[in-house]
């Protein structure tokens, strides 16, 4: 069984650019979250996609965007970069969008914007 | 405002030593709640989760949760430390429906040989 994976691993990136994070779920989980992770701080839920349906999204502006395919893997998109972008992205998967589902986490996407 | 606090940024343990790291939440109803670890370059990793029942949550890697509601804790144990054992612990919660977690600060553990 695979687990979570994301790419890139690491990126750099400059104010202003744009920058797409990818994410595959777990095998039989249709269920995908974005955290963003700060230095030094808990990971903030940014949104979770369903079935390729947007299912909830926490305190992001708009320039946070995100996709969900039919094979239940997904992207993030952030527009317009900002230097307090520059943090770790965590997506989640779980076999569900219930309370009561498990996340697994990938090993995240270091983003630096300089 | 739902939040979760970790009182404890750091702290320092002996191999071999007792473990306890500290979580408050602050909801309306008692929520769904959870421990994760953090490696360096790892991703976060579940070690137990209490949704109802009993208090007394077993885990993974020798570790066990307690939830009292009365003090709106939910604290994680360990009776003796490995060295293999230094991380970052987060503790988190939803509420509701959704799969939402919202996670405390974190715990940074360093266990001296």
């Known amino acids: 069984e695979t687990g979570v994976t994301q790419s890139p691993t690491h990126l750099i990136k400059t104010r202003g650019q744009q920058v797409t994070l990818r994410c595959s779920s777990q095998?039989?989980?249709?269920?995908v979250s974005w955290y963003q992770q700060a230095l030094g701080q808990g990971p903030q839920f940014i949104f979770q996609?369903?079935?390729?349906?947007?299912?909830g999204r926490g305190n992001f502006p708009p320039r946070f965007s995100g996709l969900q395919f039919p094979n239940y893997s997904s992207e993030l998109n952030v527009n317009a970069l900002e230097l307090d972008d520059s943090a770790l992205y965590l997506c989640?998967?779980?076999?569900?969008?219930?309370?009561?589902?498990?996340?697994?986490f990938g090993p995240g996407t270091r983003l630096l914007v300089l | 405002a739902q939040s979760v606090t970790q009182p404890d940024i750091h702290i320092t343990v002996s191999e071999g030593a007792s473990l306890e790291l500290r979580c408050n939440y602050s909801?309306?109803?008692?929520?769904?709640l959870f421990w994760y670890v953090q490696s360096p370059g790892q991703g976060l990793q579940l070690l137990l989760k209490?949704?109802?029942?009993?208090?007394l949550v077993q885990g993974i890697k020798g570790f066990e949760a307690e939830f009292k509601r009365s003090q709106s804790s939910f604290n994680l144990r360990k009776p003796s430390v490995h060295w293999s054992d230094a991380a970052e612990y987060f503790c988190?919660?939803?509420?509701?429906?959704?799969?939402?977690?919202?996670f405390g600060t974190g715990t940074q553990l360093k266990v001296e040989l």
């Open positions: 989640a998967s779980s076999s569900s969008g219930g309370a009561l589902e498990t996340q697994y």
């Open positions: 996609y369903y079935r390729e349906e947007e299912n």
């Open positions: 909801y309306g109803a008692t929520p769904y």
């Open positions: 209490y949704f109802s029942g009993d208090t």
């Open positions: 988190a919660a939803f509420t509701g429906g959704g799969n939402k977690l919202t």
């Open positions: 095998s039989g989980h249709n269920t």
